[in-house]
C-alpha cells in the first residue's frame, strides 16, 4: 500500500500510526500539543520512536465531545500538517469526517484521510479522497449501537463504505479498514470485535486496529486514561496476531517494541 511517497508492506508487517492531536480538548492529552511548536517536537519524539504515519486532528471525537466549526478545524490542523510535512519525510493522515477540512488538509500536504464516519456523514468526503489521489482509513460508526446480529452487522456496514468508496473511484489498494473501538459500541462489544478483527481482512483491505488509552481498557482494568499503556500492549500484541497492518497508538516506544518482539515469534516458524 503507498501512503505519500512510502510504500508499506501491509502482508507482512504491522506499522505505526502516531497519534498527534492538535486540540484542547481530547480525552487523553488535550491541549499538550495545540501549539506548533509543541506539536513539531511531539512529531519529532513520535519519529523518533518509530512511528510511521502522523495522524493529526483538529477536533476531539471523545464521547460528548463538542462540535467545532470546519473553519476552526481547518485552522488547527493545516499549520501543523504544512510544518511536518516541510520538517519531516513521513506520510500524514488527517483525522476528520468533513470533506471541506479534508480537502484542506490534503492541499496542505496530508497523504491519508482517516475518517471515523467512514465516507458515511459528509456525502463529499468519498469524491474529496478521490480527487486527490488520497489513501484512506474507513472506520465502523453508527449512529446508535442497535445490532440484529453484531458481526455481521459490522461487516455489512464495512461493505457500505466501500461501496461509496467505489463509487467515487477510491481505488482499494488505497484503503485501510478500522473495526472502530470505542465507537457505538458497549464495552463487551468492543472486545468482541477487537478479537475478531481479522474478519475485517475478509473485504479485502488492510486493517487498522485504534485502542490505545480507550474507554474499553480503562473499564476493563479499572484505570484513568494516563495508566492504560500496558492494556493498550495487550491489544496491539493481539492485532498483530490477528493480521493487523497498523495500529494507532499514543505510546509508540512501547508499541513498536510489542511489535517487533511479536512478529519475532510469529515469524520464528516460517
Not at 467515487?168 to 477487537?194: H, M, W, Y
Not at 474499553?216 to 479499572?222: A, E, K, T, V
Amino acid at each position: 500500500m503507498k501512503i505519500g511517497n512510502q510504500i508499506f508492506d501491509t502482508d507482512n508487517h504491522c506499522y505505526i500510526m502516531g497519534i498527534l492531536n492538535v486540540t484542547p480538548d481530547s480525552f487523553s492529552d488535550g491541549g499538550r500539543f495545540d501549539q506548533l511548536d509543541a506539536a513539531l517536537k511531539h512529531t519529532e519524539q513520535m519519529i523518533e520512536e518509530g512511528a510511521d504515519v502522523i495522524d493529526v486532528g483538529g477536533e476531539s471525537t471523545r464521547p460528548g465531545h463538542q462540535q467545532i466549526t470546519d473553519e476552526e478545524e481547518i485552522a488547527r490542523v493545516t499549520p501543523v500538517i504544512e510544518a511536518v510535512k516541510k520538517n519531516y519525510d513521513v506520510p500524514v493522515s488527517i483525522d476528520t469526517y468533513k470533506s471541506a477540512v479534508a480537502e484542506a488538509a490534503l492541499q496542505a500536504g496530508a497523504d491519508l484521510v482517516n475518517d471515523i464516519w467512514g465516507f458515511k456523514y459528509d456525502p463529499k468526503m468519498a469524491d474529496v479522497t478521490a480527487k486527490y489521489g488520497a489513501a484512506c482509513c474507513l472506520m465502523h460508526n453508527r449512529k446508535e449501537a442497535v445490532y440484529e446480529n453484531y458481526l455481521q452487522d459490522v461487516m455489512d456496514d464495512m461493505k457500505e463504505c466501500l461501496a461509496l468508496a467505489d463509487k467515487a473511484g477510491v481505488t482499494r489498494d488505497k484503503i485501510l479498514l478500522d473495526p472502530g473501538v470505542g465507537f457505538a459500541k458497549s464495552l463487551e462489544q468492543n472486545l468482541q470485535i477487537t478479537n475478531h478483527v481479522d474478519l475485517l481482512k475478509e473485504l479485502g483491505c488492510p486493517v487498522l486496529l485504534g485502542t490505545s488509552r480507550k474507554s474499553m481498557i480503562g473499564l476493563s482494568l479499572d484505570l484513568p486514561v494516563d495508566q492504560r499503556v500496558e492494556g493498550t500492549l495487550a491489544t496491539t500484541v493481539l492485532g498483530v496476531m490477528k493480521g493487523c497492518s497498523f495500529v494507532r497508538v499514543h505510546d509508540i516506544k512501547e508499541n513498536k517494541r510489542v511489535i517487533r518482539m511479536t512478529e519475532a515469534i510469529l515469524k520464528s516458524d516460517r
